[in-house]
């Protein structure tokens, strides 16, 4: 048994506790923003973040707020109190917990700072509107919408102009409700962090395509929180750096994040907060890793959009072709190269009652995967902060099955 | 005795109920005698004159209420019977005679619909209108023209014609004329709310979303004619017999909100209940006709404008209060005692906008009611009495 320990010890990720005292640092850092005299923006996940760094705003993000929420296991009663402020049970549970947070401090971390200002970019779905437009109402602040059209086909020239002129009129909001110009040379220093940042995420998650995978998604889930939230920051680039040397060395020394990895799987839609930890050991009892997602790696997508030299000008680009902004059949190629890149044998996608633009079309990639790769993929129905939707018995039954799929294939190909 | 026009008008009124029980058989039957192609729409922004201007027939899809088999391979449980029962229809083959259809965007579900259907739906070609979703900045007004620009080019390659600046014209001419007969026609309703059923009013409106444009203006027109010469008659011999006339209560006046409707019972069910809508906020009703095109400018300018200036969807954004504004200032307007949100389950943004809504109208003295319904309504007698207890709270 003491050896047994000995390697799950090893097998631990030592920088988790840099980044917990990262979070912490910067989550005090907003809510003490009133004694300091910062200003703090609210903004979404897929919402242009730079500019605020550059403006010395805090950004605070309501769907990391919401996460925690699902992973501290208060989105069923949070949701319920949503559901008796009138909001329907079917509207997404990010949504529902933190618009039952506002009014009464509630959650884990006792209420998110209040905002000065909201900032929205519909890039990743039209529920951040109505959220944002819900708690524009409620804290009476300012509210800038980044409207991005979803690139069915493509990018149109109309589209192109329409975001770029967003990027100016977004400029002079902040500088409105700052009160201060813009800084055009601190954008700069920002967009390179930013990119940088970006580029050693993609790194960190690359090294998923080793065999073992040092990372799996579920620590991506986790170690996320940096590129979304902080974004632009030196800090955000220090602690990639340690953790990409961190992966580094577990791939020299084979450690793998799944003790004895057989199948490499690749994760769909956002994650179930309240059950990563009993998913993944669910997985890893089956000796399967999630090695890669379609989730924290949209944080990187826009690389190959981005200039990095021309950070605010390439910016309009990068918000509007994000994953989620695009037709399912583009989705599909995309899913298809990451299968390729990180050699998966199989796809597991939740089907997230929350997240309409995420699940709509899941069944379309599920075809095409299928028609095109010859992977299976196993669905599960499941919502990410609402623990009421998830049945524990069923989808235990689905993974059992899916990995028994994924034995036989392998058994008919040995 | 019943006078001619009184005929005359039950007979229009008629030809609409019975176009509605059968929609696609209508446009079948009509595309084989005019030879027009017919091209599929979604939602209250789909630009219809551009459509028309291009010699077609714009004719909206709301999905006929069968059971889902087909679109349950495409879409989960969660998606509002709209868009699954769109799907259905057009994977089943009854859709079989559109030869396009038009999206533009609004919600999160229209958005995967459009990418499901590009990709699943042969013989048919699809256009997206990706229409800004705010519509109260000068870029946003400048894009809205510029993709309706783009849209009529790409549906005149489409279509293989060139729509001209006079096509368009009198295309908004004939929307302006649908537009300006259904705010009469609403507008008496309101005035008098007996004066026509709730059921013909809402078969009315959806005739002109189904029906030739041309013919359906015209009727329209002689339908609202008929209803100002009755309302006028109704006056004078309301006021001959004052004081011998033995009094029935006054239907209570009740506000409709909400998204598609596509239920007819429901007026008829509120009637027996004592109520009468007296007018709505719903995109198959007033969001669908309110404003007009301005008809000496630049069409397609003027067409992105009544977008800009209409009542607010809301998937779109113009203030923060733009629809309680709306709301609290329609049941002033109509005097109405009540407002009844009829709601699709799984349909986002109005699922969001309900509490605020509700509030304002608290705010205002007005009382409301919420039903939400997936693709039918609750059994008949939950539903009457539901009504008939919101009715007879009202004052």
């Given at each position: 048994?003491?050896?047994?320990?000995?390697?799950?010890?090893?097998?631990?990720?030592?920088?988790?506790?840099?980044?917990?005292?990262?979070?912490?640092?910067?989550?005090?850092?907003?809510?003490?923003?009133?004694?300091?005299?910062?200003?703090?923006?609210?903004?979404?996940?897929?919402?242009?973040?730079?500019?605020?760094?550059?403006?010395?705003?805090?950004?605070?993000?309501?769907?990391?707020?919401?996460?925690?929420?699902?992973?501290?296991?208060?989105?069923?009663?949070?949701?319920?109190?949503?559901?008796?402020?009138?909001?329907?049970?079917?509207?997404?549970?990010?949504?529902?917990?933190?618009?039952?947070?506002?009014?009464?401090?509630?959650?884990?971390?006792?209420?998110?700072?209040?905002?000065?200002?909201?900032?929205?970019?519909?890039?990743?779905?039209?529920?951040?509107?109505?959220?944002?437009?819900?708690?524009?109402?409620?804290?009476?602040?300012?509210?800038?919408?980044?409207?991005?059209?979803?690139?069915?086909?493509?990018?149109?020239?109309?589209?192109?102009?329409?975001?770029?002129?967003?990027?100016?009129?977004?400029?002079?909001?902040?500088?409105?409700?700052?009160?201060?110009?813009?800084?055009?040379?601190?954008?700069?220093?920002?967009?390179?962090?930013?990119?940088?940042?970006?580029?050693?995420?993609?790194?960190?998650?690359?090294?998923?395509?080793?065999?073992?995978?040092?990372?799996?998604?579920?620590?991506?889930?986790?170690?996320?929180?940096?590129?979304?939230?902080?974004?632009?920051?030196?800090?955000?680039?220090?602690?990639?750096?340690?953790?990409?040397?961190?992966?580094?060395?577990?791939?020299?020394?084979?450690?793998?994040?799944?003790?004895?990895?057989?199948?490499?799987?690749?994760?769909?839609?956002?994650?179930?907060?309240?059950?990563?930890?009993?998913?993944?050991?669910?997985?890893?009892?089956?000796?399967?890793?999630?090695?890669?997602?379609?989730?924290?790696?949209?944080?990187?997508?826009?690389?190959?959009?981005?200039?990095?030299?021309?950070?605010?000008?390439?910016?309009?680009?990068?918000?509007?072709?994000?994953?989620?902004?695009?037709?399912?059949?583009?989705?599909?190629?995309?899913?298809?190269?990451?299968?390729?890149?990180?050699?998966?044998?199989?796809?597991?996608?939740?089907?997230?009652?929350?997240?309409?633009?995420?699940?709509?079309?899941?069944?379309?990639?599920?075809?095409?995967?299928?028609?095109?790769?010859?992977?299976?993929?196993?669905?599960?129905?499941?919502?990410?902060?609402?623990?009421?939707?998830?049945?524990?018995?069923?989808?235990?039954?689905?993974?059992?099955?899916?990995?028994?799929?994924?034995?036989?294939?392998?058994?008919?190909?040995? | 005795?019943?006078?001619?026009?009184?005929?005359?008008?039950?007979?229009?009124?008629?030809?609409?109920?019975?176009?509605?029980?059968?929609?696609?058989?209508?446009?079948?039957?009509?595309?084989?005698?005019?030879?027009?192609?017919?091209?599929?729409?979604?939602?209250?922004?789909?630009?219809?004159?551009?459509?028309?201007?291009?010699?077609?027939?714009?004719?909206?899809?709301?999905?006929?209420?069968?059971?889902?088999?087909?679109?349950?391979?495409?879409?989960?449980?969660?998606?509002?019977?709209?868009?699954?029962?769109?799907?259905?229809?057009?994977?089943?083959?009854?859709?079989?005679?559109?030869?396009?259809?038009?999206?533009?965007?609004?919600?999160?579900?229209?958005?995967?619909?459009?990418?499901?259907?590009?990709?699943?739906?042969?013989?048919?070609?699809?256009?997206?209108?990706?229409?800004?979703?705010?519509?109260?900045t000068d870029g946003a007004r400048q894009y809205m023209i510029d993709l309706l620009k783009r849209?009529?080019?790409?549906?005149?390659?489409?279509?293989?014609?060139?729509?001209?600046?006079?096509?368009?014209?009198?295309?908004?001419?004939?929307?302006?004329?649908?537009?300006a007969a259904l705010m009469r026609i609403y507008h008496l309703k309101g005035e008098r709310p007996?004066?026509?059923?709730?059921?013909?009013?809402?078969?009315?409106?959806?005739?002109?979303?189904?029906?030739?444009?041309?013919?359906?203006?015209?009727?329209?027109?002689?339908?609202?004619?008929?209803?100002?010469?009755?309302?006028?008659?109704?006056?004078?011999?309301?006021?001959?017999?004052?004081?011998?006339?033995?009094?029935?209560?006054?239907?209570?006046?009740?506000?409709?909100?909400?998204?598609?409707?596509?239920?007819?019972?429901?007026?008829?069910?509120?009637?027996?209940?004592?109520?009468?809508?007296?007018?709505?906020?719903?995109?198959?009703?007033?969001?669908?006709?309110?404003?007009?095109?301005?008809?000496?400018?630049?069409?397609?300018?003027?067409?992105?404008?009544?977008?800009?200036?209409?009542?607010?969807?809301?998937?779109?954004?113009?203030?923060?209060?733009?629809?309680?504004?709306?709301?609290?200032?329609?049941?002033?307007?109509?005097?109405?005692?009540?407002?009844?949100?009829?709601?699709?389950?799984?349909?986002?943004?109005?699922?969001?906008?309900?509490?605020?809504?509700?509030?304002?109208?608290?705010?205002?003295?007005?009382?409301?009611?919420?039903?939400?319904?997936?693709?039918?309504?609750?059994?008949?007698?939950?539903?009457?009495?539901?009504?008939?207890?919101?009715?007879?709270?009202?004052?």
């Amino acid at each position: 048994m003491a050896e047994k320990d000995e390697a799950k010890e090893k097998r631990k990720i030592k920088t988790v506790a840099k980044m917990k005292e990262i979070m912490t640092a910067y989550y005090i850092d907003a809510k003490t923003a009133v004694q300091t005299g910062k200003k703090v923006a609210w903004i979404t996940s897929g919402g242009p973040v730079e500019p605020l760094i550059a403006m010395d705003v805090i950004p605070v993000y309501p769907e990391n707020h919401g996460a925690m929420v699902g992973a501290s296991k208060m989105g069923a009663d949070l949701c319920e109190k949503a559901e008796a402020m009138g909001y329907s049970s079917d509207l997404c549970s990010y949504a529902r917990a933190d618009i039952a947070c506002a009014p009464v401090n509630g959650g884990p971390i006792g209420g998110l700072p209040r905002p000065d200002m909201l900032v929205c970019c519909n890039n990743i779905c039209g529920t951040v509107l109505k959220w944002y437009e819900v708690q524009a109402r409620f804290f009476k602040v300012p509210l800038f919408i980044l409207d991005t059209p979803v690139c069915h086909t493509g990018y149109s020239e109309e589209a192109k102009r329409y975001v770029k002129g967003q990027i100016g009129e977004y400029i002079a909001f902040l500088e409105k409700v700052c009160g201060k110009r813009f800084d055009y040379d601190r954008i700069k220093e920002v967009g390179k962090l930013s990119v940088q940042g970006q580029r050693l995420w993609q790194e960190i998650l690359d090294t998923a395509m080793n065999r073992p995978a040092p990372i799996s998604a579920f620590d991506a889930f986790f170690h996320l929180a940096l590129i979304v939230t902080l974004r632009g920051t030196g800090q955000t680039v220090d602690y990639y750096k340690m953790l990409l040397a961190e992966m580094q060395e577990r791939v020299a020394e084979g450690i793998g994040a799944v003790p004895s990895e057989k199948y490499r799987l690749l994760w769909d839609n956002l994650p179930v907060w309240y059950r990563t930890k009993w998913l993944s050991e669910k997985f890893a009892s089956h000796d399967a890793c999630l090695v890669a997602d379609t989730y924290t790696s949209a944080w990187c997508g826009a690389l190959r959009y981005v200039d990095e030299n021309d950070f605010l000008g390439s910016m309009a680009e990068c918000h509007a072709r994000i994953y989620l902004n695009i037709g399912v059949d583009e989705m599909a190629m995309q899913v298809m190269e990451m299968a390729d890149k990180y050699d998966v044998d199989g796809i597991v996608m939740h089907s997230n009652r929350s997240c309409k633009p995420y699940s709509f079309g899941q069944y379309d990639i599920q075809r095409i995967i299928r028609e095109q790769k010859g992977l299976p993929t196993l669905m599960i129905e499941a919502d990410m902060v609402d623990e009421r939707s998830f049945s524990e018995g069923q989808i235990e039954t689905r993974i059992d099955a899916f990995i028994e799929v994924l034995k036989g294939k392998n058994q008919a190909m040995g | 005795m019943i006078p001619y026009e009184e005929t005359k008008l039950m007979k229009q009124i008629e030809e609409c109920h019975q176009i509605l029980k059968d929609p696609n058989g209508y446009v079948k039957r009509f595309k084989a005698e005019s030879g027009r192609k017919v091209v599929g729409t979604f939602c209250s922004y789909a630009p219809e004159e551009i459509i028309l201007a291009a010699g077609a027939h714009p004719f909206r899809l709301f999905g006929s209420g069968e059971k889902i088999r087909l679109a349950e391979a495409h879409l989960q449980s969660y998606c509002c019977s709209l868009v699954r029962g769109a799907l259905e229809d057009v994977l089943d083959g009854r859709l079989a005679f559109l030869d396009g259809v038009v999206f533009p965007h609004t919600c999160d579900s229209i958005q995967r619909l459009s990418d499901i259907w590009r990709l699943n739906v042969p013989d048919c070609f699809h256009l997206d209108v990706v229409l800004p979703v705010k519509l109260d900045t000068d870029g946003a007004r400048q894009y809205m023209i510029d993709l309706l620009k783009r849209f009529r080019v790409e549906l005149g390659e489409k279509l293989g014609v060139r729509i001209s600046d006079d096509d368009l014209r009198d295309a908004i001419r004939i929307g302006n004329r649908i537009r300006a007969a259904l705010m009469r026609i609403y507008h008496l309703k309101g005035e008098r709310p007996e004066i026509l059923d709730g059921s013909d009013l809402y078969a009315l409106t959806r005739a002109a979303m189904i029906m030739d444009r041309t013919m359906v203006a015209s009727l329209l027109e002689e339908v609202a004619e008929e209803l100002e010469k009755k309302s006028a008659g109704q006056s004078v011999a309301g006021s001959a017999q004052k004081g011998t006339a033995i009094s029935v209560p006054a239907p209570k006046r009740i506000v409709l909100s909400g998204g598609v409707c596509n239920q007819p019972d429901i007026y008829t069910i509120i009637e027996e209940a004592g109520g009468a809508v007296v007018g709505d906020d719903l995109c198959t009703g007033s969001r669908y006709f309110s404003g007009l095109i301005d008809e000496n400018t630049d069409p397609v300018t003027a067409i992105a404008d009544r977008y800009l200036a209409r009542v607010v969807c809301p998937a779109k954004h113009r203030g923060l209060t733009d629809r309680a504004d709306h709301l609290v200032r329609l049941t002033r307007e109509k005097q109405a005692q009540g407002v009844i949100f009829f709601l699709l389950k799984f349909c986002d943004p109005h699922a969001f906008d309900y509490p605020y809504l509700n509030e304002a109208l608290d705010r205002a003295g007005v009382p409301t009611m919420l039903l939400e319904v997936e693709d039918r309504l609750p059994a008949d007698g939950q539903l009457r009495t539901r009504f008939e207890a919101f009715v007879e709270m009202i004052q």
